[in-house]
């Protein structure tokens, strides 16, 4: 065997790790292994169902319970076994001595299981007398009775691991006597209750296990109906809500909080769906506003600018006709603006000047209006309730509703068509109704009558002038064909605002532009814009009827309309009456 070389002279002797720092590399390794093993543990018992946690929880309690029931009664019946096996010995041992004290001899009184040994006074054994049951068993190893106590203790068999409870006790004049008997009687009873509590024991495990997953299931059920309304209301169904139960359980109160929950999430999100829709809503409306408004503006500036390049290409036409016809221009631009800042000053609910105003007077002057800008027409005014139609507000904007709806069914109904204006009271409230037996709208057009520039027809045309005397359009003109804001120019025929476009016939303000219907049907857009304002047109730029609907909820009322194709229109206004005019009944 070679010998470990020797380290070359001069350099540092080898360092060996110290035990310390082993025994710390130790330690650290051990409490790293059982980290990693209270981790594991957590997971799995994260990962352990509740259901299956709460009965093994209840099972091993009761496990525990029965282990220590079971123990504690073997314990007790044992030691109450051992106290009747010493007062046997106490009796024999008194008895024995008696009869040794009396007589020579031991006698034959010797219970079945017990042994009775006599020794001389040096401790040799004089004479045993064994029972009947005691012949065939190993009897006990008895011990050297100069040094054990003279009190009752437990001894093994010589053989076969039996035990037995001997006492000894010192006879005057003889020696003395050790009696002993088997405890084969006390451990199969006490083997026997073990196994009885044992049985028992497994047999209400078994019942309990069954009992308790069933209770935990039934238990459990409104879990699992929350976690299906939960999987439920994540796909959508925000209606679904989680059966009620007896609020004074638990599960009945969660069950209660989470529908108050539910209520108040299906509340936001229906709310908040509510306003998405009327944001795109509003947003569409205003785009479509802009629009409109855009399309209604652009054709009278196309006709101003049309007019000024006519002026300037022909300096020797007439500049007072050319003049009127701007003026005109610009007159219908101011109605159209005029109508424009109206409804968005109801659109901020500036308030109005209101004071009692009488809607029957009000018609009764619409009426007799009307009769003289159209004489063809038979126009009838009606009087209903018996108390004055008299309500709070503002009479401008009040003439301004009557005059729009009147000024529609004149504009929108074929000539000779009988109007029948009707105002009067009903309860608490005054109404005014313009009825008319005109062609009538359909109901997809009804819906959206009251829109800001809807029109009925989709062509979107202006109703022409009724025929009659007409100043002459020198040829050349803005207004006729082959001039130089005629054919093929931004102002006549076949442009933008000429004939087939969308703006007109020929002319700026002509047939076919977007401040008017074009057909006898046409009923959407509303004269308090054309017609009720002096436009040069018989037609009006689609904002009458929004008007008015803006004026009357201004005034806290509500406008409807009640129409059929062929039965004609009739639009119907509600208001409240005023205080000092409502019957005493109401």
Same mark, same amino acid.
């Given at each position: ?491 006549? +025929? &076949? =442009?933008?605002?000429?004939? !087939? *476009?969308?703006?007109?016939? $020929? %002319?700026?303000? #002509?047939?076919?532009?977007?401040? @008017? ?9 509303? +004269? &308090? =814009?054309?017609?009720?304002? !002096? *436009?040069?047109?018989?037609? $009006? %730029?689609?904002? #009458?009827?929004?008007?008015?609907? @803006? ?16 039965? !004609? ?18």
């Amino acid at each position: 065997m070679t010998a470990p070389a020797s380290p070359p002279p001069g350099s540092p002797p080898p360092v060996s790790s110290p035990p310390f720092s082993r025994a710390v590399r130790g330690d650290g390794a051990v409490a790293s292994a059982l980290a990693r093993r209270r981790a594991v543990v957590a997971s799995l018992f994260a990962r352990t169902p509740l259901r299956i946690k709460l009965i093994a929880t209840m099972l091993a309690l009761v496990a525990i319970a029965l282990a220590g029931i079971g123990a504690g009664s073997v314990s007790v019946l044992r030691g109450y076994l051992v106290d009747r096996v010493d007062q046997q010995l106490a009796t024999f041992v008194q008895d024995v001595a008696h009869r040794l004290q009396r007589g020579p001899g031991l006698g034959s009184r010797v219970p079945p299981d017990g042994l009775i040994q006599l020794r001389d006074g040096e401790g040799r054994v004089v004479a045993t007398l064994a029972g009947l049951e005691a012949e065939h068993r190993p009897g006990p190893v008895l011990p050297d009775l100069a040094a054990s106590a003279w009190r009752p203790q437990t001894v093994p068999a010589e053989s076969g691991g039996g035990e037995w409870r001997l006492r000894a006790a010192s006879v005057a004049g003889v020696g003395s006597v050790v009696v002993a008997i088997d405890m084969s009687s006390v451990a199969q009873i006490t083997a026997r209750l073990a196994l009885t509590e044992l049985l028992g024991g497994g047999l209400v495990m078994v019942v309990l296990a069954v009992l308790g997953v069933v209770i935990v299931r039934r238990s459990l059920r409104p879990l699992v109906e929350m976690e299906h309304t939960a999987a439920a209301i994540a796909a959508g169904d925000l209606a679904r809500r989680v059966p009620d139960r007896d609020p004074r359980t638990e599960v009945g109160s969660l069950a209660a909080s989470l529908n108050g929950m539910l209520a108040q999430i299906e509340a936001a999100f229906h709310a908040r769906e509510i306003s998405e829709a009327a944001a795109r809503t509003s947003e569409e409306r205003m785009r479509r506003f802009v629009a409109d408004a855009s399309h209604e503006l652009r054709t009278p500036l196309t006709s101003i600018r049309g007019f000024a390049e006519f002026y300037r290409q022909n300096p020797a036409g007439d500049p007072a006709r050319l003049m009127r016809r701007v003026e005109d221009a610009a007159a219908r631009m101011g109605v159209l603006v005029e109508d424009l800042l109206l409804l968005a000053r109801l659109d901020q609910q500036r308030p109005l000047t209101m004071s009692p105003v009488d809607l029957l007077a009000l018609a009764a002057d619409a009426v007799q209006e009307a009769r003289i800008l159209a004489a063809d027409r038979e126009l009838v005014l009606e009087v209903a309730g018996d108390v004055a139609p008299i309500v709070s507000g503002d009479e401008v904007r009040l003439r301004q509703i009557i005059g729009n709806l009147v000024g529609n069914a004149l504009t929108h109904t074929p000539a000779g068509t009988p109007i029948t204006v009707r105002a009067g009271t009903d309860g608490a409230a005054a109404f005014l109704e313009v009825a008319d037996k005109g062609p009538g709208l359909a109901p997809e057009q009804a819906e959206r009558v009251f829109e800001r520039f809807y029109r009925a027809d989709p062509a979107r045309t202006r109703t022409p002038l009724p025929p009659g005397p007409r100043e002459d359009t020198p040829s050349g003109s803005p207004d006729g064909t082959g001039s130089p804001d005629g054919t093929g120019s931004p102002d006549g +025929a &076949g =442009s933008p605002d000429g004939a !087939g *476009s969308p703006d007109g016939a $020929g %002319s700026p303000g #002509g047939a076919g532009s977007p401040g @008017g219907e074009g057909a006898a049907g046409s009923r959407a857009a509303a +004269a &308090g =814009s054309g017609a009720s304002h !002096g *436009s040069a047109t018989a037609g $009006g %730029s689609g904002l #009458g009827l929004a008007i008015v609907a @803006g004026l009357v909820a201004a005034h806290g009322g509500t406008v409807a309309l009640r129409t059929a194709p062929g039965a !004609g229109a009739t639009f119907r206004v509600t208001l409240p009456l005023a205080p000092d005019v409502l019957p005493p009944s109401l």
